[in-house]
């Protein structure tokens, strides 16, 4: 704030800065939490489920990563979609050395059951998109049997 502007403001005008400077700095620490929880929202990829007679489909938006970067396995009815992304850029001149790393990775688990056939499962990615199929296993008929009462 320049000093014309506190020289109008007055006396309330010290106040004032005085009071914002010690609620300024609590409200950054107030929305350190909401800031780590937004990166946490943009690292986890978004997932849509849809389900028909014959199937389940899963697709998982993982834009920026390559499908070597990705991978998907299956363990006692959870579907688990994991994925690393490493970077490393190296700048050197003359006058100056500069290099910077940079690492994320996120892991996926969504219970899909028991009734799904997943050795015939597939998988593709295309535009940063994973798609997962995986097929229902047919349904056992039960037959009916009489049972004589002796």
Request: aromatic letters at 6%.
């Amino acid at each position: 704030m320049n000093s014309s502007r506190k020289q109008k403001r007055g006396d309330l005008g010290v106040i004032s800065d005085f009071l914002e400077r010690p609620l300024g700095s609590v409200m950054n620490i107030l929305e350190r939490p909401i800031d780590t929880f937004r990166d946490f929202l943009k690292e986890s990829p978004l997932v849509d489920i849809a389900e028909t007679e014959k199937e389940v489909n899963v697709r998982v938006e993982v834009p920026g990563l390559s499908q070597d970067e990705l991978s998907v396995s299956y363990s006692e009815g959870v579907l688990t979609v994991s994925g690393e992304k490493k970077e490393e850029k190296e700048r050197k001149t003359e006058e100056e050395a500069f290099q910077e790393c940079r690492f994320s990775s996120f892991k996926k688990e969504i219970s899909l059951g028991e009734n799904l056939n997943w050795e015939n499962s597939k998988a593709s990615y295309s535009n940063g998109v994973l798609k997962i199929l995986i097929p229902k296993k047919e349904a056992q008929t039960s037959k009916s049997v009489k049972i004589n009462i002796e």
